[in-house]
């Protein structure tokens, strides 16, 4: 039998090794890409001497392995360069931008649990039925839905109809935390639409399999009656499955969070990346890059951790 | 004739599954009139799909939604259970009426420890013991009642954690928790090996006397009733076509129907005519595997410390099949037999030699309903089977290779007892018996000289087993295929296999001629399988 204790520190050692791959990939990524960081910085205009002088003062010029290694020492002391851009920090860049994209992301997760949940439930009531049959459509038209697109409709919809929520305003979390949520919940709104199809969906057919299976049956038989069935047994059997979906939405959210900052003029991570690459910034490039793949690989890792406290078949082989 | 207490009265019941399109469909039970007699354990025999199982859903009324009762009644110690409200109905369950089911390894919320559900039991019926600690006193004692001795650490386990007849004695302990007047057991023995069977048999006539329950005991096999239950009721199509003392349908039958089940359940070669052929044991094997050690690996991690646990599972396993031959091959669940050959067939990671004479093996598995894929007509999986054989010849052109398939396809098929008519079907419009010849058809169509057959006939009832035993042999005959035969079932090995192999805990315990091995055991496990096909046979 395997130790809980074992069965994390195994899961650990796995992330740790993942995160170290993804470094290598991203720096390998950024080195072997065409394109002289100097050269653009100065312009065609600069002498080889000029570009020569910058290249020594950014540390271009020594070799790719003390590169790498000291952008890892930067990455772990969350200061991974200067952006040949903005001439600040790569990780104070990032820490400012972080609550935006964080803050919508969580709220469009909450979002998606919230409403696809109660749903799915009632949709798996009765499969085939009137109600079912609505919220099945909703959820295809939702699904086709681009959020990109949402987003457009919802600000026309919030900004010409009813204005209620700002649009188009940021207000910093430490300033007003009530105007902060606020100003986030259209982009997360259009953001979660096509997940909470995407969601309502899986569920659904989830619940509706476990439903009909033996140990429902069973249940039956003892007498439990069938709301205590569906929370005590249905629920908890279906999330086992969901958690994976679950994880893979989250991380979905997080992209897509990069598009809709752009339709909602929000200053997220998702506007610093397009810069970044516009002005061939790679170190600020480079560290976005992996702190979103650091943070899509740590919810993995929590989504493995949540699978196993779930479900004793993995936790106890 | 003396007149008998019924617990259970079901009158002239008819029911059946209306759709939109059909609103008057051909009934699944067709006017079904019985009583159940107070502390009787009555057994309700008949061939898959007759409406067994039906007949037991309506008395617990767990009916699907689709189906509808079009007329009866059924009166549970005299009240009208049609009549009332489903909520009350539900109530009855677990408190009056508790319910055992086939399969126990999907039974069990795999998420939940057993105690957890053994004790929602208790807490679905608010009248019962009070405080926590007093029902998990009642729990404790109730699985000590059935058998175990361990029972607080059982209470902690997850179903994961324990064997299939584990499982169904927590079941058994959850069904009869309250001691309800009628225990409903659905082929409770099916998917069970038959020392299982007999310890499970045991227990609920033992609980039967001891909580003084009365029992609807339903099975395919009328070798299980054996012994088993006072009074037998023959089900055929939705109705009940024969009735009597358990003794006089199985010594006596009165019906036609009753004494062919009876003939099916025997498996009487001369009867059936059953007719392996002869094997040359001079000439070299089909199959020889030696020193097959096999188990289930660890995690990455696992790997390089040291091990704690032993996870091999098979321990040094030599065979050999021959020409022509049907090797038995026996045990109890657990022996290693499902993972010898899963190692054979190359699916299991294992050390050893194995070494096949052969250009293809077939391979049957235990269940016909998962082994096909539902999307896909029959026509489709023989053609799939007919391209992994690679005997088919390219050089033809594709419309003549065309219908040279299909000429094979058909001719394969109808010796399987199938024919034409079957190509375009898909697996779900057949049943289990024909779903088990479409696999030995996939099988022959690739010419194996061996077939390995694991457990075949356990999720068969007694007339399909029959039919297929005698195509197996047919076929043994017919084409000198070489078949490796597992299965719980001795009765069948000393009928058709010339040689046994009886294996336990990873290892082969005892080989030889089967009329030896089986008249003479040397090894314990040996005896000990036979212990409980006498008791379960009364041979």
Not at chain 1, 178 to 194: E, H, K, M
Not at chain 2, 5 to 16: A, E, G, R, Y
Not at chain 2, 168 to 196: F, H, Y
Not at chain 2, 407 to 413: N, R
Request: hydrophobic residues 40%; neutral net charge; contains cysteine.
């Amino acid at each position: 039998m395997q130790s809980k204790a074992g069965y994390l520190i195994g899961k650990l050692v796995e992330l740790l090794l993942t995160l170290l791959v993804v470094s290598l990939l991203v720096f390998t990524a950024f080195s072997i890409i065409p394109g002289d960081a100097a050269r653009v910085m100065l312009g065609p205009e600069a002498s080889q001497a000029q570009v020569d002088l910058l290249r020594a003062e950014l540390g271009l010029d020594k070799p790719l392995i003390v590169r790498y290694g000291s952008w890892l020492i930067g990455l772990l002391t969350f200061n991974p360069g200067t952006s040949y851009a903005y001439h600040m920090s790569v990780g104070e860049l990032i820490a400012q931008r972080l609550p935006v994209t964080i803050g919508m992301s969580a709220i469009a997760m909450i979002m998606v649990i919230v409403i696809s949940y109660p749903m799915a439930v009632l949709s798996a009531r009765k499969p085939g039925r009137f109600g079912d049959q609505v919220c099945s459509v909703i959820g295809h038209i939702l699904f086709a839905i681009p959020p990109y697109v949402a987003s457009l409709l919802l600000i026309l919809l919030a900004g010409s109809l009813f204005s209620l929520l700002t649009v188009g305003n940021y207000v910093s979390p430490s300033d007003d935390f009530i105007g902060y949520v606020g100003c986030l919940i259209l982009p997360s709104f259009a953001i979660a639409l096509p997940k909470i199809a995407m969601s309502f969906k899986f569920l659904r057919s989830s619940i509706i399999e476990q439903r009909t299976s033996d140990y429902v049956r069973t249940s039956k038989s003892h007498g439990l009656s069938d709301f205590k069935i569906l929370i005590r047994h249905v629920l908890p059997n279906s999330n086992v499955s969901s958690i994976t979906i679950i994880s893979i939405i989250l991380s979905d959210i997080l992209g897509g969070s990069l598009i809709v900052e752009q339709v909602f003029n929000l200053p997220g991570l998702g506007r610093l990346l397009l810069s970044a690459i516009s002005r061939r910034d790679f170190p600020l490039l480079s560290g976005i890059v992996f702190y979103l793949a650091f943070i899509t690989v740590i919810l993995y890792f929590l989504s493995d951790i949540a699978a196993s406290l779930a479900d004793p078949r993995i936790r106890l082989k | 004739m003396t007149t008998h207490i019924h617990i259970v009265k079901v009158h002239h019941l008819t029911l059946s599954f209306p759709t939109r399109k059909d609103p008057n469909p051909k009934p699944i039970l067709n006017d079904v009139d019985f009583g159940i007699r107070d502390g009787e354990i009555l057994g309700l025999i008949g061939n898959s799909g007759c409406g067994k199982t039906m007949t037991s859903l309506a008395i617990a009324g767990l009916l699907p939604e689709s189906a509808s009762i079009t007329s009866g009644s059924i009166k549970f110690a005299g009240k009208d259970l049609l009549a009332m409200d489903p909520k009350s109905r539900r109530a009855m369950l677990g408190k009056d009426i508790g319910m055992i089911f086939q399969e126990p390894s999907t039974a069990l919320d795999p998420l939940m420890t057993c105690g957890k559900q053994l004790e929602e039991v208790l807490t679905a019926h608010k009248d019962s013991t009070k405080t926590p600690e007093e029902r998990r006193k009642a729990i404790i004692e109730m699985l000590e009642t059935v058998g175990f001795t361990n029972a607080e650490e059982i209470l902690d386990r997850y179903p994961h954690q324990l064997s299939g007849g584990q499982r169904q004695r927590v079941l058994i302990a959850g069904a009869a928790l309250l001691k309800p007047r009628l225990l409903i057991c659905d082929e409770p023995t099916s998917s069970l090996d038959t020392v299982t069977t007999v310890s499970i048999l045991a227990l609920l006539k033992d609980l039967c006397h001891k909580l003084h329950m009365t029992i609807l005991f339903i099975s395919h096999d009328l070798s299980a009733v054996r012994g088993f239950c006072d009074r037998v009721m023959v089900m055929k199509d939705g109705k009940i076509i024969d009735k009597d003392t358990t003794s006089d349908i199985l010594s006596h039958p009165k019906n036609a129907y009753t004494a062919e089940l009876l003939t099916n359940a025997r498996l009487d070669t001369r009867l059936l005519g059953l007719e392996p052929a002869t094997v040359d044991y001079t000439r070299s094997p089909v199959l020889t595997a030696k020193n097959i050690t096999a188990g289930y690996g660890d995690s990455l991690f696992a790997r390089g410390k040291n091990r704690k646990t032993d996870n091999t599972i098979l321990h040094d396993v030599s065979l050999e099949v021959f020409p022509n031959e049907i090797l038995g091959l026996i045990g109890s669940s657990g022996s290693g037999k499902t993972t010898l050959i899963r190692s054979l067939l190359g699916l299991l990671p294992h050390s050893g030699k194995v070494n096949i004479r052969s250009s293809s093996v077939g391979a049957i598995f235990q269940d016909p309903v998962s082994c096909l894929n539902p999307a896909h007509t029959i026509k489709w999986h023989m053609e799939e089977a007919l391209r992994a054989s690679g005997k088919t010849d390219n050089s033809v052109p594709r419309k003549e290779r065309k219908a040279k398939s299909l000429a094979k396809i058909i001719s394969v098929l109808e010796e399987c007892g199938l024919g034409e008519q079957h190509l375009l079907r898909h697996p779900k419009e057949l049943s289990g018996g024909q779903r088990q010849r479409v696999a030995i058809a996939m099988c022959l169509i690739q010419e194996p000289s061996l077939i390995i057959a694991d457990e075949p006939f356990s999720s068969l009832d007694a007339s399909s087993s029959a039919e297929l035993l005698k195509l197996m042999t047919d076929i043994n005959r017919e084409r000198s295929t070489a078949f490796l035969l597992i299965t719980h079932n001795i009765h069948i090995v000393r009928q058709i296999c010339p040689r046994v192999i009886v294996m336990d805990s990873g290892r082969i315990c005892e080989e030889g001629n089967t009329t030896d091995v089986l008249t003479n055991p040397k090894s314990e496990c040996t005896s000990s399988l036979l212990d409980a096909e006498r008791e379960i046979h009364g041979i």
